[in-house]
């Protein structure tokens, strides 16, 4: 499945209410995002699969590039997020069941 399937696909999965902000307020983010006309596309895409008269808007900030890790980087600084983290131990104790089944 291309981008604007996986993107169209999850936005038609969500509650029915929020499906309009949604699909107003679509952000691209991470390298790949970058290839010329990428936005442009996955807009005219997402156009032909939606219901008629849907407003779309995709956001394509010139730092797209680098979102994902600054995220990721505010996400590790949040105290509450200490609480989610697995350690090397826990990992070495309990395996790969950590990550599937919550085993702590």
């Not at 509650?15 to 995002?33: E, N, Q």
């Not at 939606?50 to 890790?69: C, D, E, L, V, Y």
């Not at 509450?80 to 131990?89: E, P, V, Y």
Request: hydrophobic share 40%; no cysteine.
């Amino acid at each position: 499945a291309g981008v604007h399937q996986s993107l169209y696909r999850s936005l038609m999965r969500s509650d029915r209410d929020l499906r309009s902000t949604l699909f107003k307020h679509i952000v691209l983010a991470g390298g790949s995002t970058m290839f010329k006309g990428f936005g442009d596309r996955v807009l005219n895409e997402l156009r032909l699969l939606s219901p008629h008269g849907t407003k779309i808007i995709i956001s394509a900030p010139p730092q797209r590039m680098w979102s994902t890790w600054v995220g990721g980087s505010i996400l590790a600084a949040l105290n509450t997020f200490n609480s989610m983290w697995i350690t090397r131990a826990d990992y070495e104790e309990h395996g790969s069941r950590l990550l599937t089944e919550g085993v702590l």
